[in-house]
Structure formats: C-alpha cells, structure tokens
C-alpha cells in the first residue's frame, strides 16, 4: 500500500525556518511528480510547491517564492520543503501528495508564532 509520512514541522517564530520531509513507499517514487500542500484552519488546501520526477522542473505559490525550496532524493523516497524567512500566514498543516497515485500524507504542523 502506499504511504507517506511527514515530518518536520513545529513552532517556529516569524522569520524563522523550518524543513519538512516526506518519505514515501509503495510506489516507484521517482516516477511521480511530489507537490506540498497546506491547510490552515477555515481555509481551503492549497498548494504550495510541486517538483518534476527528477528534480529538474520546480513550482512555487506565489505566496511561497523565494522563500521556499522544495527538492527531492530519490535515492532516499523522499521529498523536502526548505521553508525560510516564515510568516504567521504560513500556519498550517502541511501535506505531502503524489501525484503518480494521487495518495497523502498525514500531514505535519507548522505554526508560525511569536
């Protein structure tokens, strides 16, 4: 069955950084197309950055360029989003998603608090 697993998430002041991982099994995962997404309480699920198979090709919310990186091993199954200069609007919790089986992740909190 397949499955992903967030991690890395927490409280983290304004201006702060933070870096999520999802590791995934079940599926070939370099032959899958990874995006992040968010949900913050009262609000929709957005996403927030996708990556190709290999790495090669990256997008970005508007709201999340320049701050986020998102960045993949496939050697590990694993997918990253390096979230700096982070603001209060960015709580949330964070999903992991593959695109190939359109499966989830349990997702993993960010809250982003002075």
């Known amino acids: 069955q397949v499955q992903l697993v967030e991690s890395g998430g927490g409280l983290v002041q304004p201006g702060g950084s933070l870096r999520l991982s999802c590791t995934a099994s079940g599926f070939m995962f370099s032959s899958s197309t990874m995006s992040w997404h968010r949900q913050a309480p009262g609000k929709e699920r957005e996403l927030v950055a996708s990556?190709?198979?290999?790495?090669?090709?990256?997008n970005y919310a508007d709201a999340v360029k320049g701050r986020f990186t998102i960045s993949r091993d496939n050697g590990k199954n694993t997918v990253y989003l390096q979230m700096n200069s982070l603001k209060p609007e960015d709580t949330a919790v964070y999903y992991c998603?593959?695109?190939?089986?359109?499966?989830w992740g349990q997702g993993t909190q960010v809250t982003v608090s002075s």
């Open positions: 998603n593959s695109h190939l089986t359109d499966d």
């Open positions: 990556i190709s198979r290999g790495g090669a090709i990256t």
